[in-house]
């Protein structure tokens, strides 16, 4: 039996055991790599998130929700920041992970290709978009990679609060002026598919899921996930007094879930591609952003640079 | 003097107000995540001061409006801030030269307010900004010895920031009917009372940026009365539009 063997074995044997692997630990190279892909993307997905919401910060309608979206928004950021330093112990520089973010090679939450609209898409997204993070997010606070479960376990609690505040401004809405609950209609149509979307392909065809089920990166399947997602979110709907945009949309006795209609699969799949309405803005942005700062952080390298010799100069002075 | 103390909490609340706004536009377009984390934290306690304080002026004034109802329904010619913290977001350096010359202001004018024991609703949200703006001076100043003493380009560059925003510092001082009554009254000195220390502080900081102060004495004013640049009645439309759109509507 060869080494790699062995440790392969024992790996496997730890991660069925329930334990975390952690950063020092030894690791296959696809598991690895897999990590990295997922918790990027997963990071990238929180600050490219940054963009549609904070789309209506400036115009939030009242102080109070203004406040509370510009905390959300920074809350997002503060997840982006945890979880590439939980990508970082894999042994791959932030650099590296906004550069392929920003030349395309790394992936980011197709949900965010969508516009924000009107001030109703901000409720929409806390409600359903967050909704849809935390189904897919609180199995990975138990995912068997000990630096992102733990990551996971700080953004989870966060995001709670960003659903409430969702759902309240849904609330707020649809309790309103009949143009604002109208606005608050349009926001669901407009937003409702798209977030089953975020769960990925249908099993069948769903690339990774099998050894990563066995790895403990995943813990339920998509559809698993998604149809969660609508047996809890349909009822809160119907407390909003909106109409789900699906015809096929139906409680089955017999299953104890909501049946619902098949999903747009090839529009997925555009949004994916890169052909989604807000793709190549949202990839601006965030490259002009990280350009304009190029003199600042250097700026900032060399005075700290400085700052290290001036210190050491002092100290073998003394 | 109970109509200028309302119209005093005014120029306190609006300053506060319009630079978190300016502030919050920031958000997506940091430098760094972390800075665009730090941004966000400042605007966040900005607007927390700016709903203390509007709520407070609104009850003064007894006429029933709220922090809403004086965010969002007052022109441009009614709002009360300083110049300088209307004026666009520039580059970084622009945004933290600005910043640092409005901090060490505002820590000034705070540690007088939360000294005082006239006004002791006002005393009490200025106890809480203090403690605020004395992190967003520690941050902004450090920022300006970074940008000052860092690359040959950031140097330049926000020197020029400096000398961009200097003539809109001087309006920080000036004293008028209304800060005059607030003095009289032993709620906050003259405005010109904290030239000296602000001078000394942000001289010391230029230095350590190895910035040069600017000798320029031209004074862009007007803020105070409602006279504003072009740049304010832009922000207050994006800002305004569903209240104005919608009005009587609960957000
Ligand atoms: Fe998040
Ligand atoms: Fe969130």
Excluded at chain 1, 140 to 167: D, I, N, T
Excluded at chain 1, 252 to 273: C, M, R
């Amino acid at each position: 039996m060869t080494q790699e063997m062995d440790l392969n074995q024992r790996f496997e044997a730890y991660i069925a055991s329930d334990q975390k692997i952690e950063a020092k630990d030894w690791m296959p190279d696809a598991y690895r790599k897999t990590l990295i892909r997922q918790i990027s993307q997963h990071a990238h997905s929180e600050i490219i998130g940054m963009q549609p919401e904070g789309n209506w910060i400036t115009r939030a309608p009242s102080l109070k929700r203004k406040s509370i979206l510009l905390a959300k928004v920074q809350d997002e950021a503060g997840h982006g920041l945890y979880l590439y330093s939980a990508a970082e112990t894999l042994g791959i520089s932030r650099d590296e992970m906004l550069n392929a973010l920003h030349t395309g090679k790394s992936k980011y939450s197709s949900i965010f290709n969508y516009p924000t609209l009107a001030w109703a898409d901000i409720g929409a997204i806390g409600w359903l978009v967050d909704g849809a993070a935390i189904m897919n997010q609180v199995p990975l606070c138990k995912c068997s990679y000990g630096p992102y479960a733990r990551a996971m376990v700080r953004v989870c609690k966060e995001e709670s609060f960003h659903q409430r505040q969702g759902f309240e401004i849904m609330l707020n809405l649809s309790n309103g002026k009949p143009e604002q609950k109208e606005m608050a209609q349009d926001a669901l149509n407009r937003w409702w598919w798209p977030s089953l979307m975020m769960f990925g392909p249908n099993d069948a065809s769903s690339k990774h899921s099998e050894q990563n089920m066995r790895w403990k990166i995943k813990r339920f399947s998509n559809d698993e996930l998604r149809q969660r997602f609508v047996d809890m979110t349909v009822p809160q709907a119907e407390l909003l007094g909106l109409t789900v945009p699906d015809p096929d949309l139906n409680w089955n006795e017999a299953t104890g879930h909501y049946d619902f209609g098949p999903i747009n699969w090839s529009e997925f799949e555009q949004v994916v591609a890169g052909n989604g309405p807000c793709n190549r803005e949202r990839i601006e942005t965030r490259v002009t952003a990280h350009e304009n700062g190029a003199w600042v952080r250097d700026a900032a390298a060399a005075y700290a640079a400085k700052s290290a010799e001036r210190a050491a100069s002092q100290t073998s002075a003394a | 003097m109970a109509d200028q103390e309302h119209e005093w909490i005014l120029r306190l609340g609006d300053d506060a107000l319009v630079l978190a706004q300016r502030l919050s536009e920031w958000c997506s377009h940091g430098p760094a995540l972390e800075e665009d984390i730090a941004l966000s934290n400042i605007a966040l306690d900005l607007l927390g001061q700016a709903r203390a304080l509007l709520t407070l002026a609104g009850q003064r004034e007894g006429l029933g409006r709220d922090e809403d109802a004086l965010a969002y329904f007052r022109t441009d010619r009614e709002f009360r801030n300083a110049l300088l913290v209307e004026l666009p977001n520039g580059d970084f350096g622009d945004t933290i030269v600005r910043q640092m010359l409005f901090d060490q202001f505002a820590v000034l004018r705070y540690e007088a307010l939360a000294s005082q024991t006239v006004d002791l609703e006002l005393a009490a949200i200025a106890a809480k900004a203090l403690k605020e703006v004395r992190y967003h001076a520690a941050h902004s100043a450090q920022w300006v010895v970074r940008l000052g003493d860092g690359t040959e380009e950031s140097h330049r560059r926000v020197q020029e920031s400096l000398n961009m925003l200097w003539p809109y510092t001087a309006e920080l001082f000036e004293d008028d009917a209304v800060s005059k009554a607030c003095n009289e009254a032993g709620v906050l000195p003259l405005n010109a009372s904290f030239t000296a220390r602000w001078t000394e502080q942000v001289r010391a900081i230029l230095e350590e940026a190895t910035l040069t102060c600017p000798e320029s004495t031209a004074l862009l004013t007007g803020g105070r009365s409602g006279r504003h640049t072009e740049h304010l009645s832009y922000m207050l439309a994006e800002m305004q539009v569903l209240q104005r759109t919608y009005p009587g509507a609960e957000w």
